[in-house]
């Protein structure tokens, strides 16, 4: 890097030339860069929705997965909080501050996080997550971080098998005959009522788990037909 100044020199005009080697300079900062670029790729390439808060809860770093899922350009957030960020039900903000209050009060982890929010569409989704302190190098802590998975998909299929699984029941309960299902290894899963009210005497033995050959010796031992 060179630099020059006009100067007199011995009662006449001159110019003072400077010249210093700042390879090591441009270098580290070309370093800084591409770390700051590979930093903001992954960031953005994970799929969760990641973020970085000061001790002020303010948005230091938001993904690309955040932004499509609230409507919000990272400009648009970076330095402000959630509350002066986002026109959503007061609740849910309110649940996102006390998450932070309580990452910076114990200064650990905070995990399992379930929580539902209102994306930009107006749609709520199910998340889980963790938020956790970010240190400094000496082990300060300066801020948090935070990493939500949506799990809407997960809890909806849940919810479908539970809603499959209480009309399958209500099917077997309501057959006026004894009903058994066994496993593939032929051990008991469930039976309906009606087994009670037919075999009164076997039922004290019948568990989930117990082998149809151990029920047919009972059965057997007590006299039961069937």
């Not at 390439?45 to 809860?57: A, W």
């Not at 849910?92 to 006390?98: H, K, T």
């Not at 889980?128 to 300060?140: F, H, S, V």
């Not at 899963?189 to 989930?208: A, D, K, Q, R, T």
Request: hydrophobic letters at 45%.
């Amino acid at each position: 890097e060179v630099s020059s100044h006009d100067i007199r020199f011995m009662s006449r005009a001159a110019r003072l030339v400077m010249a210093v080697d700042v390879t090591g300079h441009r270098r580290a900062q070309q370093e800084l860069r591409a770390g700051q670029r590979l930093l903001e790729t992954v960031f953005d390439t994970i799929p969760h929705h990641l973020i970085v808060k000061d001790l002020e809860s303010r948005y230091l770093m938001v993904n690309k997965a955040w932004c499509d899922a609230f409507g919000h350009t990272p400009e648009e957030v970076l330095h402000r909080s959630s509350d002066e960020t986002f026109k959503r039900p007061r609740a849910e903000l309110l649940s996102v501050i006390e998450e932070d209050r309580q990452v910076f009060s114990a200064l650990a982890p905070v995990s399992p996080i379930h929580r539902t929010l209102t994306i930009a569409s107006g749609e709520k989704r199910h998340f889980t997550g963790i938020k956790a302190p970010l240190r400094d190098e000496n082990g300060a802590v300066i801020g948090l971080v935070g990493i939500a998975m949506d799990v809407t998909p997960e809890m909806e299929a849940r919810e479908k098998a539970d809603i499959a699984h209480a009309r399958l029941i209500d099917a077997i309960e309501s057959l006026p005959a004894a009903f058994y299902m066994y496993d593939p290894q032929e051990r008991l899963l469930l039976h309906n009522s009606s087994v009670g009210e037919l075999f009164p005497e076997l039922l004290p033995h019948l568990h989930p788990g117990i082998a149809f050959e151990e029920v047919i010796r009972i059965a057997a031992t007590q006299g039961v037909m069937m």
